[in-house]
């Protein structure tokens, strides 16, 4: 039953009812939400008595579902500020006992435009003491509980990250805290995607079509929520109050403290296990895209000098020279397959560094894709591939100005004998035959006759893997002349259609 009283709304309940299809779970989402930040005033005896519910045992598994979710919504509505004030998290540090740590998960679900602020100066905090406490309990089950809630607390950073109100601020404090939670391998993960939220939901408001500006964000707008149903549990997103303005802010005061981060992760990736890294590629591509090029070019040519795949003159060594170097003291006694296994690593950062990067900085990573298809017989050759295709797609004005040089570097390659790096190169192939059959250049005809040629050929390859991804590769080019209908696409289009049946009649 809900009481109205001069203090506000009150929850009196007689007995734990199941809320599961409850028309009063959806009443008091909605409620939290319409009320906002007041909610922390006229509805928090309602949250109280919520928690109550959640604490009790014989609460069954429906039940807390649509408890989580109500509370949940009381989340978005008061911040996690508010609701640690009136639930606090605690652990005794007598007989080691926790309240209120199921608001974690919760927290983890529901929190959006918070405080980097209080992650730092209140959650960090929290989990240290879990943390320590883990190692003072004498049983060991109670200390592994300890540590878990600890581990819990550490992964709401990205959380927090969802369009914190505070990223200008407080992201310098914070990249210098990271750096230092990077020696904690559980965290890595998190850390990555919480780099990448922070990033991505920023460049996103950028590059919207909707220029809004702070002055046409009224307070009613900032306070919309979006409700979706979804297997029959109410899903709540509020719609960020980010405006270019605000993102464009952000942006700045990201790349203004990116570089020490950006280098931390560049280590941690090149001394980390390859099939363990991809969220860290991941996180150093969004970071890399916002720091300035010349700062990532140099961390790029610091790691080429590192494993001595460049001179002191920042020229490529041959590979003559570069089996030479095998006893120097960076490298010491390592074998070919270990030399090509930290090249094929660096390739892979590589593609990272593309998105984001200057002329200066992609010809450098040309240069090495070249260097690593001359160097060696067709160990990396899968990344490299990977990185081309990249800079291709990235970079349309590299396309056109090398264009010659491309195919011919691309053609005097063997075509590789297994279907991950043979896909690889098609791409390739396919973006530069695009931009062949569009700009319609007679002189350019041989060249494109020559892409397709090897495509066709591989149409007729013994192994049925091969064929199809040739298949594939031929599919999308047509789509990709399509995608326009104007005149200049269709006679692309035809001109593929006609190439493709000489070809098949030769």
Request: with cysteine; glycine share 4%.
């Amino acid at each position: 039953m809900i009481c109205c009283s001069p203090q506000g709304l009150s929850l009196v309940v007689h007995q734990p009812p199941s809320l599961a299809g409850h028309p009063a779970r959806t009443f008091f989402c909605y409620t939290f939400l319409a009320a906002g930040e007041f909610s922390y005033i006229y509805m928090n005896s309602i949250l109280l008595k919520l928690a109550d519910m959640m604490n009790l045992a014989t609460v069954d598994m429906s039940s807390t579902n649509h408890l989580q979710h109500c509370i949940g919504s009381a989340v978005i509505a008061m911040g996690p500020q508010r609701i640690l004030k009136l639930l606090p998290i605690s652990l005794d540090a007598d007989n080691f006992t926790c309240s209120n740590t199921w608001l974690v998960p919760i927290f983890k679900n529901h929190v959006v435009e918070a405080s980097l602020g209080f992650y730092m100066e209140h959650i960090v905090p929290l989990a240290k003491t879990f943390q320590r406490a883990s190692r003072k309990v004498k049983k060991s089950v109670i200390g592994q509980d300890l540590q878990a809630h600890a581990q819990a607390l550490w992964r709401l950073l990205p959380a927090f990250c969802q369009y914190p109100t505070d990223t200008r601020q407080m992201f310098g404090p914070l990249a210098k805290l990271l750096i230092t939670f990077l020696e904690d391998s559980s965290m890595h993960e998190n850390i990555a995607v919480a780099l990448q939220v922070l990033v991505n939901q920023n460049r996103s408001i950028l590059n919207s079509k909707n220029d809004i500006g702070e002055s046409s964000i009224s307070e009613a707008q900032k306070d919309t929520f979006i409700y979706e149903a979804k297997d029959s549990i109410l899903e709540i997103r509020r719609i960020p109050s980010y405006t270019k303005k605000t993102a464009t802010k952000n942006i700045k005061a990201l790349a203004s403290c990116s570089t020490d981060l950006l280098q931390a992760l560049v280590n941690l990736f090149i001394d980390s296990q390859q099939e363990k890294c991809s969220y860290l590629k991941d996180a150093i591509g969004c970071l890399a895209s916002i720091t300035d090029s010349s700062t990532v070019k140099d961390i790029f040519m610091t790691l080429l000098k590192r494993f001595h795949l460049v001179n002191g003159k920042g020229e490529f060594e041959t590979l003559e020279s570069h089996i030479n170097n095998a006893l120097d003291k960076e490298q010491g006694d390592l074998s070919a397959s270990e030399k090509d296994l930290q090249r094929s690593v660096i390739m892979e950062l590589a593609a990272s560094f593309v998105e984001g990067g200057n002329r200066d900085l992609v010809d450098l990573i040309y240069n090495f894709i070249r260097h690593t298809f001359q160097a060696s017989d067709g160990t990396g050759h899968l990344e490299a591939y990977h990185t081309l295709g990249k800079v291709l797609k990235e970079h349309a004005s590299f396309c056109t100005s090398r264009y010659e040089e491309l195919i011919d570097l691309l053609l005097g390659l063997k075509s590789p004998a297994d279907v991950a790096t043979l896909m690889r190169r098609l791409a390739c192939f396919h973006i530069l035959l695009v931009h062949t059959l569009k700009e319609s250049l007679e002189e350019e005809n041989t060249k494109a006759f020559l892409i397709l040629n090897e495509i066709i050929l591989t149409l007729k390859d013994a192994k049925e893997e091969l064929r199809k991804a040739a298949y594939d590769v031929l599919l999308s080019i047509s789509s990709s002349l399509r995608e326009t209908s104007n005149v200049s696409s269709d006679a692309s289009y035809h001109k593929l259609v006609n190439m493709v049946r000489l070809l098949l009649n030769s």
